[in-house]
């Protein structure tokens, strides 16, 4: 599609939305770089608009982007040309394989790791204007707890939370919780826990995660955090050919297990 | 050989280099490096590879002592912020500076100094691990990163390499010897959080604008912060080791 024929698209959805007041807007993080955030990002954009919502999916990883990597898209315009006043954020917003709408940080960002003044102008007034064109914005933030991550995250709606079930991604989504508990007033946190060996696992790292958090974060704090269980994604080789091949897994494989998990996220999310 | 690599057939070795390449100050920055002959006929595609290479490593390496160059090092500096904002790994920064440097200058003349210089950076390079950078970053200053370093070794390898350059004294004319010592400041990259090559270089310097002032020769690291997650807290969250309990 011609970036023309983009906010063409955007101007009629623009003049069809209406009654809902804008997108609801979540962003995915989750502490621990490489637990497959972007693949879940993407994948749950994808199946959010097979269930007929609008998606737009941004990537918020300002430093290390790769969401157009994830998709195998090469774009010429990006949230960089946004940011400095070379193009106008319709043109920047490209359709992507799963039928949702992106808008890639691109190349040229490693300037905005910081969160500067500008920064936070900037992606604050992205986002607020991106949200009255769709169903749902899904902010792909960076790895890691920087400040960027922080601010991006106080913009949405919602925080969804991926970790696996590896120690290590448990102790960087516990961090996550626990700075975003002290930091934001935010007490709904959600969890989707991805590459699960057995089923049920999720559930039970949830109730863990939450006796942590009950005992030495919500002790101290009027109205306590509670952490949501939005999924569980199956460890599956199909996963892994996916993304080798840079490809949507439900595109690629729609009836393998993990895409099947991601369609039911994706459902819960909606329903709230 | 694609044809749109390459429009023009190879030219003949011993032919004049084409397109006006002049690659003679190349060869002689090589062999003034101590550099040997390079391989291939010359202006071979081998051997153009050979003169790239080697040109690459000699603008990346300190002539004097060897070591990495303030380039390199910023290089070696923000691949080391990008892995550790993604994977969490501790890494450690440490700068030296010899102590009274200016002395030895003046005492014992620039040539005595540059021997001081070459000396320290070689038990650096000698106390450190294969993975860890040594880099000469200014006259008589050294920078150390030092990847998946954790936080309770950081003050020993410090006081390792303080001790080493303490120990070594430096022959700087047939049986005469100075000894030297460094100062050393060091900082951890903040875990998680994608900092700049600028900041991170900043704290350490502050720590080692500490380490002067409280007497040299000792090193000062940045106190580490409190970690986010306890010990107390990580035992609780791996109590059941299994997860398979969802009752």
């Known amino acids: 599609m011609t970036p023309s024929g983009t906010s063409l698209a955007i101007d009629s959805i623009d003049a069809a939305s209406g009654s809902r007041g804008g997108a609801q807007i979540t962003a995915v993080t989750s502490g621990k770089g490489g637990v497959g955030k972007t693949f879940i990002t993407t994948n749950l954009a994808a199946a959010l608009t097979r269930q007929g919502e609008r998606v737009l999916v941004l990537d918020a990883d300002l430093g290390l982007a790769n969401i157009d990597v994830v998709l195998n898209l090469y774009p010429k315009l990006t949230l960089h040309d946004v940011f400095t006043g070379q193009t106008r954020l319709e043109d920047a917003i490209l359709p992507a394989p799963g039928g949702f709408s992106v808008l890639l940080a691109g190349s040229g960002m490693i300037e905005y790791s910081r969160l500067t003044p500008t920064v936070r102008d900037q992606l604050h007034d992205v986002i607020q204007r991106v949200r009255p064109r769709f169903d749902r914005v899904l902010l792909d933030t960076g790895a890691g707890i920087s400040d960027v991550v922080l601010y991006t995250i106080s913009l949405a709606d919602e925080v969804l939370i991926v970790c696996t079930p590896e120690p290590t991604s448990l102790t960087d989504a516990y961090a996550t919780i626990k700075v975003l508990a002290t930091t934001q007033p935010r007490r709904l946190i959600r969890l989707l826990v991805n590459q699960v060996e057995r089923p049920g696992e999720a559930r039970a790292i949830r109730k863990q995660l939450q006796l942590v958090v009950d005992r030495y974060v919500n002790a101290g704090l009027d109205k306590p955090v509670m952490i949501e269980l939005l999924g569980e994604v199956p460890l599956d080789p199909t996963v892994r050919e996916a993304v080798i091949k840079r490809e949507l897994l439900l595109e690629g494989a729609p009836g393998s297990a993990a895409a099947r998990a991601i369609v039911a996220a994706a459902a819960k999310h909606i329903a709230g | ?247």
Not at chain 2, 80 to 88: C, L, T
Not at chain 2, 129 to 158: H, K, T
């Open chain 2, 1 to 247: 050989m694609e044809p749109h690599a390459r429009p023009e057939p190879p030219h003949p070795a011993g032919v004049a280099p084409p397109r006006g390449l002049n690659p003679d100050v190349a060869l002689q920055l090589l062999r003034q490096s101590g550099h040997g002959p390079l391989p291939g006929e010359p202006m071979s595609d081998v051997w153009l590879q050979a003169l790239v290479d080697a040109l690459v490593d000699l603008s990346s390496r300190d002539a004097l002592t060897g070591l990495a160059n303030r380039r390199s090092f910023e290089l070696a500096l923000a691949r080391e912020i990008d892995r550790v904002a993604r994977s969490g790994e501790p890494a450690l920064l440490l700068t030296l500076d010899i102590d009274h440097f200016k002395k030895v200058n003046d005492t014992h003349g620039h040539a005595a100094g540059d021997l001081v210089i070459q000396a320290v950076g070689a038990a650096l390079a000698d106390t450190v691990r294969p993975m860890d950078l040594v880099a000469r970053v200014g006259g008589e200053e050294f920078s150390i990163v030092l990847p998946n370093c954790p936080a309770a070794f950081g003050p020993q390898v410090a006081e390792r390499i303080r001790k080493r350059v303490a120990r070594t004294p430096v022959e700087i004319a047939p049986g005469e010897s100075v000894s030297v010592t460094v100062s050393v400041g060091g900082a951890f990259a903040p875990q998680w959080v994608r900092t700049t090559a600028r900041i991170w270089i900043d704290r350490t310097d502050l720590q080692l604008y500490r380490a002067k002032s409280e007497g040299r020769n000792r090193c000062c690291l940045e106190p580490t912060a409190v970690p986010l997650v306890s010990a107390e807290e990580k035992g609780l969250l791996f109590a059941s080791s299994s997860f398979q309990d969802f009752t």
